[in-house]
């Protein structure tokens, strides 16, 4: 079945822990993307990458860092995280660029305490 | 930075009746998408539209985009208790140094009543 998995879907961390969450898609899509989606703001890209070791900066990438090293994974990672990076996050994929039908994940609820 | 803005922000209305949505850019859109999201799962692409003027329909569902490229709305017919959810427009940028990018606007809830 074609998909996005992430993981955790859930996690309660403290501030200053470093975290990071996976996120792997079985599509062979070479664009993946991180959101993080609050109450009242909708989704905000963090980071997307348009093929391995191509990353860049969506509109909210300050405390978080990527990496692409393999075409099918693009994890998430915050080195210390904060209060305000509790949120929902989203991983989406999709063949060739943002343009095309993005396929999301299932989320991951993050709690900063 | 792109805005996009949408409204209303909240809806609630009864099964059967008629709705619209609307999303305005604070630029021509490159490529405007609309999205449903239930509770608990991502976002699912329901359309991308390109060019100015162009209207596309979904079983219920009405999508259009504005002449000058810079809004759309969405509209249902007989709402039914399904299309229940959080909407999203997105701007997917093309070309430049924005390729890639995606901007999401902020979402409408609409709450069918049964």
């Known amino acids: 079945e074609a998909q996005v998995t992430q993981n955790p879907r859930y996690l309660i961390t403290v501030t200053g822990k470093k975290l990071t969450v996976t996120c792997s898609q079985n599509?062979?899509?070479?664009?993946m993307s991180w959101y993080r989606q609050d109450p009242g703001l909708g989704l905000r890209q963090i980071y997307y990458?348009?093929?391995?070791?191509?990353?860049d900066k969506g509109d909210v990438p300050e405390g978080y860092k990527v990496s692409r090293k393999e075409k099918r994974n693009f994890p998430l990672i915050l080195e210390s995280p904060s209060p305000n990076q509790t949120s929902l996050y989203f991983c989406?994929?999709?063949?060739?660029?943002?343009?095309?039908?993005?396929?999301f994940g299932p989320g991951t609820r993050l709690l900063v305490l | 930075t792109q805005l996009l803005e949408q409204s209303p922000q909240f809806l609630s209305i009864q099964e059967g009746e008629n709705l619209t949505v609307y999303c305005n850019s604070s630029?021509?859109?490159?490529?405007l998408q609309w999205y449903r999201q239930e509770p608990g799962e991502g976002p699912v692409l329901l359309v991308t539209?390109?060019?100015?003027?162009e209207v596309k329909k979904l079983k219920r569902l009405t999508f259009q985009f504005g002449d000058a490229r810079k809004d759309s709305s969405l509209h249902i017919t007989a709402a039914q208790t399904g299309d229940t959810g959080l909407y999203l427009c997105?701007?997917?940028?093309?070309?430049?140094?924005?390729?890639?990018?995606?901007?999401f606007g902020q979402g409408t809830i609409l709450t069918v009543h049964p």
């Open positions: 989406a994929s999709s063949e060739t660029s943002g343009w095309e039908t993005q396929y």
């Open positions: 599509m062979n899509h070479e664009y």
């Open positions: 990458s348009m093929n391995v070791e191509v990353t």
């Open positions: 630029s021509v859109f490159s490529s």
């Open positions: 539209v390109v060019t100015g003027g």
């Open positions: 997105a701007d997917a940028n093309a070309g430049g140094t924005s390729y890639g990018k995606l901007t």
